[in-house]
């Protein structure tokens, strides 16, 4: 098989390329430049938007496309760092477009990055993929406009589109969940705000078994919530890191501190959503890690 991530070197990219070069796959990394320094390998191969484009052999017959660039949201939210975000979204889908369409051999599904932000927030509501959008903050608004330069960009009746609605992505390497357990390890770990906000989170070796099951699963179309079917609110996840890292869940973060500190970046800490992956379990994905203390004991040993 061959696969092309737009995004590859990116933290879920990176785990999903090893995924895949593990298992005797060919894998191209595309981005805006070849990184200075980056693994080799016989069957792993880099190139740019542009020169793929003016170059597409290496990218024929590919069997996925997978999508996963874009700026962090995890930045402050000034005027120039929101119009950053949005802008790095929807030309990287613009790119990937470019792409497909000089290809003569158009692979047969596209995997595009998407987030859970798209459902907006609550305390009391469930979410799932037929849950309609709602676009109430920055965050929210950005997924909303990703995810509808997606569907005009890959509308091709012969290409699978699947929109892969990430929650919060918990591994060691990078991502929320370093930042997120360093207080524990510091002694004075506890609740963000209220703690009763949910948080939809996701290992990262399931986001990556997910996304090739999706590949494999041609009944697997649409939007599909790439998080655990076992949401925790703030204080249960504070409590958990606590346990499984026998540190004291006991010093609580106000909200007016947290947006003291980083703004209007606050509201992805201090509001949340329940989330339930529906489509993923009803096409027979099997999470390795479905609840929070399996995956943190997991991140702790490895």
């Known amino acids: ?37 980056h693994v080799t390998h016989p069957k792993l191969s880099y190139h740019t938007w542009d020169s793929l484009t003016s170059n597409p ?11 996963l660039a874009g700026s962090s949201l995890s930045q ?37 990055a998407s987030a859970v932000a798209i459902y907006g927030t ?19 608004e950005v997924v909303k406009a990703w995810e509808e330069a997606a569907d005009d960009a890959f509308s091709d009746p012969d290409i699978r589109l699947v929109k892969l609605r990430t929650g919060v992505v918990l591994g060691n390497e990078s991502g929320a969940f ?31 078994t997910l996304i090739d099951y999706c590949i494999q699963t041609p009944a697997i179309i649409g939007p599909v919530n790439a998080t655990a079917p076992n949401p925790v609110t703030n204080e249960q ?42 489509n993923a379990l009803e096409h027979g994905f099997s999470f390795a890690f479905p609840t929070l203390e399996s995956a943190l004991q997991h991140l702790k040993t490895h």
């Open 237 to 278: 996840f504070g409590q958990t890191i606590g346990k499984v890292y026998k540190r004291p869940h006991w010093f609580p973060l106000p909200a007016f501190a947290l947006k003291a500190a980083v703004g209007e970046l606050s509201e992805i800490l201090l509001k949340g959503q329940h989330v339930f992956p529906s």
């Open 76 to 112: 402050r939210w000034t005027p120039e760092g929101k119009k950053s975000i949005m802008l790095s979204r929807l030309e990287t889908v613009t790119a990937a477009a470019k792409l497909l369409d000089v290809l003569k051999n158009k692979p047969p599904v596209i995997i595009q």
């Open 1 to 37: 098989m061959k696969y092309i991530i737009c995004g590859g070197t990116g933290f879920i990219g990176s785990r999903l390329k090893e995924y895949w070069l593990q298992a005797g796959h060919e894998v191209l990394i595309v981005g805006r430049k070849i990184p200075d320094s």
């Open 122 to 140: 609550s305390l009391k509501d469930t979410f799932d993929e037929s849950s309609p959008s709602h676009v109430m903050d920055f965050s929210s």
């Open 57 to 67: 052999g290496p990218a024929e017959h590919s069997d996925a496309i997978i999508n």
């Open 178 to 208: 370093p930042k997120m357990k360093l207080p524990y390890l510091l002694g004075f770990g506890g609740k963000i705000g209220s703690g009763k906000q949910w948080l939809s989170w996701v290992h990262l070796d399931d986001i990556v």
